[in-house]
Every structure is written in structure tokens, then in C-alpha cells.
């Protein structure tokens, strides 16, 4: 099936398309039309154009189209679930994690149209009105990835809409489908012609056009570091206002005093769920000397059991990695270890026999013996790999996990209510969890990160409201006179 770009409430094709496969089995999912310079410009100058009228619609009956492609979503769960995993390759349940993700962020900023609160404080002068409301941005340009191709797309487009901005999206070429399916429904949910925009094609080209237009007033990415930063140089340097959602280098911290069981579990989930594909997810394991052996045996048996294939085989625990160059990127670091100093223990191996031929496997991977300035105990590798870090107490478990250049997420398996406590206040990541795995944020709650993860912005919660609006200060006096703020109503 071809998938057009969305413009002006109209579906538009254009000459050159680019293949979308699943990367289980390399069967074609869909092809997907390319945006180009002239595509982009039209998406942009749409948005624009809708702008006025969307901004002016009162706030609660913006959110009314929130709350119908909710139920849309509902409905089409499984289908679009299914879809999710055929082109990113996560398992079926978390494909349906995904769009569930989705139905959540629509459905809370939905109920932000009747709050998007602002302040109203005293005056110190008689007769005067002080208040602070929010104002919508403009037009804004979202940019998402591939490993959650419904849910970061939601994430960004939801609170945008319902502050009354308008956006353009563009999704990651390896899962343009799935994006493809949600502007579907909107469409279905009858958004005013502008208001909603989605264009495809690689970065380097329909990305940095539409970055460097000048009509876009705000541009939120997700994505790797190294991308967010030259965006970051790029749009601020023509005033764009600028969101990064960035890398991660997280870790569970693992006491001696820690329920070794429930964390075994934690980290098999937090490391190798979408084979390692999350921002969150755990590469590092900070664990007590004393109980080191313990857990590592622990992980060892549960890791080796792990089933790779087709995300769509419910017997599946770990999917394929996203495509090709992901897997030799994965495979470097991982032969990177051993040359360092590591020990590896499992895995470490690309799969390519039998069911796995067409496909890109990587095997759950752990090393033993890491150092925490080691490459894969520092750098990025956003595939199936933990490192298995001995730390002799909290302090330097909290030292060496906040020794890297990211800071999104951070847990702690300890019985201890005080050493908790001390994690919580003394880790620097932007979230932290206490006897659970570093995945599982939820919406309601801001999300996001320190250092090289982000530049001060969050995502979900209230924060995301933040993200995508002004504030306007407004006074009004009712008194009848000029009056001297800091002056008049002071003593000289």
C-alpha cells in the first residue's frame, strides 16, 4: 500500500517513494510517499495559515478532537498494535504498550483544555489586576524516531494542539507507517485543514528543510545526541525555539540488601524489552560486591532462555533490532568490550540463520568485569547489551551512575527506606525508580532528562504544556490614575 504526506487536510502523493519492511522478515510494510522542499514549504505554509483560526477556538472544543481520536485509538487498537510491530519489530504486547501510550497522552491533554492554568496573583498596587495566561507558539515542527513510532508522535502533537498550535510532523522513514495510520484518524476526527500536517523522507533532506523554514516558530525532537545538538546549532541560530529529547546511559543500582529476584527481573525487562530500544533502557548494572556473583548467575540463566524472533510470535521475547545499520552499530560496541578489558557472558552475536535470515537478530548480551569509563559503560549502544559494573557502596554506586554524559533515568533495588531516600536525592537523572527498572514512565508526569539526554525541557505532564506555549503577563488597572509600580505605593 502507498502512503501519501498529509497537507492542507489533503492527502498528497509525490513522484519518488521510499520502502518501509518489517525488520523480521524484510516483507514490505508499506511505501511512503517523499516530501520534498516544495512538499515541506506547502505543510509549513499550511500550518500557518491555520494557525489564526486554530489559536482563536476556545481551548475546551479544541480538546474535543482530542477526545474523539482517543476513542478512535480504542478502536483501533489491534490494528494499529500489529502494525507497530510489523514495522518496528517490538513484540506484540508492547506494540499494543505503544499505542495504549498513546490513547493515554491523548486522552490526558484532552482533559488539559479545560485547565491549561496560568496565575493570578496580587497586585501591590490598589485598583490593579495582575494575572499570567498561556498563549500558543505557532507553528511547530516534530520530528520523532523509530522505536516508539505512535506514542512520541502523540506525545508531541497532543499538548501542541490543544495549546491552539498548529504542527507539522515528520516521522522516522523506518516507521513512517506507523505515523501514517495516526494522521489517518485524525483526518477521520475532522481537524480544520492546516491545523494537522505530516510529511516524510530522510532527515538530512525533508528534516532539515523543514528546520530551517522560516515559518516554524518551535521544533521538538527526539532522538540521538549527536542529531539534537546539530539541530539545537541550527534552529536557535535562526531564533526557532528548540526541544531536545535525547540519549541515555541509565543504570540500576543493585544494594546488597535488594530483593535479588525482583531485580533480575527488572533488569531483563528494562535491558532487552524492545531489544534494548529505549531511551530508558537499562545498559548498566551497579551492583554490590557482596552480591555480585549472585545476580549475575541469576541474569545468566533468565538471559540465555530469551527467545528471538518475529515480534509478532507470541513465544518471542526479544524482536529484531531496527535495520541494518543498527545491528552493525550494536555489533561494534560489542566488540569493543572484550578489547577493553570486559568479560562477555552471553551473546555477542548477530543472527542471521534459519528463521532469522531475512531479519535483524541481535542475542541478549551481558558482560561482566566493566569499568565505568569503559566505552560500553559510557556510550550509547540502544541495543540488547548490559554491562555488569561492582561498585563497594552506595556512595560510589551514585557516583559512578551519575558519571556519564546522559542523565534520563536511574533505579535502586534496596530495602533500605534510608539508602532509598539517598538515591533519590543524590542521583541526577530526570527520573528515578525505586525497586523497578528504569522503563516504564507514565504520562501524567514530566519526562526527560539531565545533561547530554536533554536541554531542559520535558515531555507529558504538565511540563509538556510548558514546552509548547507563552506565557503573557497582563495588568489591569482600574484605578483611574497613572500609578508607579515600586514607586507609589512605597516611601521615598
Not at 514549504?41 to 491555520?50: D, E, G, L, P
Not at 565505568?372 to 552506595?394: H, R, T
Request: aromatic share 8%; charged share 25%; net charge positive.
Amino acid at each position: 500500500m502507498n502512503y501519501k504526506n498529509y497537507i492542507n487536510g489533503k492527502w498528497v502523493k509525490t513522484g519518488k517513494t521510499f520502502a518501509s519492511t518489517n525488520p523480521a522478515t524484510g516483507e514490505l510494510v508499506g511505501k511512503c510517499c517523499e516530501a520534498g522542499p516544495r512538499e515541506v514549504a506547502m505543510a509549513v505554509k499550511s500550518a500557518r495559515k491555520a494557525f489564526a483560526g486554530w489559536r482563536l477556538t476556545p481551548a475546551p472544543k479544541r480538546a474535543e478532537y482530542l477526545l474523539r481520536l482517543g476513542q478512535l485509538f480504542e478502536q483501533r487498537k489491534n490494528e494499529l498494535s500489529r502494525i507497530v510491530t510489523q514495522e518496528m519489530g517490538k513484540v506484540l504486547k508492547e506494540g499494543a504498550g505503544d499505542v495504549q501510550e498513546s490513547i493515554d497522552i491523548t486522552y490526558y491533554m484532552a482533559g488539559e483544555g479545560r485547565r491549561l492554568f496560568g496565575h493570578n496573583v496580587p497586585s501591590e498596587l490598589a485598583n490593579k489586576f495582575a494575572m499570567a495566561v498561556r498563549e500558543p507558539v505557532g507553528v511547530c515542527a516534530l520530528i520523532t524516531p523509530w522505536n516508539f513510532p505512535t506514542a512520541i508522535p502523540c506525545w508531541k502533537m497532543m499538548p501542541a494542539l490543544v495549546l491552539g498550535n498548529t504542527v507539522v510532523l515528520k516521522p522516522a522513514s523506518d516507521t513512517s507507517v506507523s505515523a501514517a495510520k495516526v494522521i489517518q484518524l485524525m483526518d477521520e476526527v475532522g481537524f480544520p485543514p492546516g491545523v494537522v500536517n505530516f510529511v516524510m523522507g530522510p532527515g538530512e533532506k525533508t528534516g532539515n528543510v523543514l528546520i530551517k523554514d522560516p515559518d516554524v516558530d518551535l521544533i521538538s525532537f527526539t532522538g540521538s545526541t549527536v542529531v539534537g545538538r546539530k539541530i539545537a546549532t541550527t534552529a536557535t541560530s535562526l531564533g526557532k525555539r528548540v526541544s531536545l529529547e535525547m540519549g541515555g546511559k541509565n543504570a540500576i543500582i543493585v544494594m546488597d540488601d535488594g530483593d535479588l529476584d525482583l531485580a533480575t527481573d527488572a533488569i531483563l525487562w528494562a535491558a532487552f524489552g524492545t531489544t534494548g530500544q529505549r531511551c530508558t533502557a537499562c545498559s548498566r548494572v551497579l551492583v554490590h560486591h557482596r552480591v555480585k556473583s549472585k545476580l549475575v548467575s541469576k541474569l545468566l540463566e533468565r538471559a540465555k532462555k530469551l527467545r528471538l524472533g518475529d515480534g509478532l510470535n507470541p513465544k518471542t521475547d526479544v524482536g529484531p533490532v531496527i535495520n541494518a545499520g543498527q545491528l552493525a552499530r550494536i555489533h561494534r560496541y560489542v566488540k569493543i568490550g572484550p578489547r577493553e578489558g570486559a568479560k562477555l557472558l552471553c551473546g555477542g552475536r548477530i543472527r542471521s540463520d534459519g528463521d532469522y535470515k531475512k531479519g535483524y537478530f541481535y542475542e541478549p548480551t551481558i558482560f561482566d568485569n566493566v569499568k565505568p569509563k569503559m566505552c560500553i559503560a559510557q556510550e550509547e549502544i540502544f541495543g540488547p547489551v548490559v554491562a555488569i559494573i561492582s561498585v563497594k557502596d552506595l556512595d560510589e554506586a551514585i557516583r559512578v551512575n551519575n558519571d556519564t554524559a546522559y542523565g534520563l533515568s536511574s533505579s535502586i533495588f534496596t530495602r533500605d527506606v534510608n539508602k532509598a531516600y539517598r538515591a533519590m536525592r543524590d542521583i541526577t537523572t530526570g527520573i528515578v525508580y525505586v525497586n523497578a527498572g528504569t522503563t516504564g514512565a507514565e504520562v501524567q508526569l514530566p519526562f526527560g532528562g539531565t545533561r547530554g539526554t536533554g536541554n531542559g525541557h520535558r515531555e507529558a505532564g504538565q511540563a509538556a504544556i510548558d514546552s509548547f506555549s507563552e506565557w503573557k503577563t497582563i495588568y489591569v488597572d482600574y484605578s483611574g490614575k497613572v500609578q508607579r509600580a515600586q514607586i507609589d505605593n512605597y516611601d521615598s
